[in-house]
């Protein structure tokens, strides 16, 4: 998965980076290589505003957060992306089995 960090009105520290790159690692297993995870920071008087977008074939997942303690904002966001690419793999799961038509045998009694 290709990392884009952009820090606006922020520097982006080392620690901040390797953090990112280790939360986005648990979403890789969802996604293949070409996917691109754009991670924007940008600080507004006492909060800092953590924007994450995800572009994946056509569809593109994203969570923004605002918190006073950027850490806690990236696991936040990572959490909030999760739950986006679960419900999306469910409903894909649904409709899948909804076009599946089980055939069961029908039990007649004959006499």
Known sequence: MNL????RQIEIT???????????????KFFNQDTIAHVT???????????????HKSKTYIAEVETTDIY?????AIEKLIGQIRKEKTKWE??????????KPLDIDEE
């Open 4 to 7: 884009d960090l952009t820090g």
């Open 14 to 28: 080392e620690g901040i980076k390797e953090l990112v790159e280790k939360k986005i690692k648990k979403l890789e």
């Open 41 to 55: 920071f940008s600080a507004k008087k006492e909060k800092q505003h953590i924007d994450i977008r995800i572009e």
């Open 72 to 76: 806690h904002g990236i696991d936040e």
């Open 94 to 103: 649904k409709s899948r089995r909804d076009l599946v038509e089980v055939e």
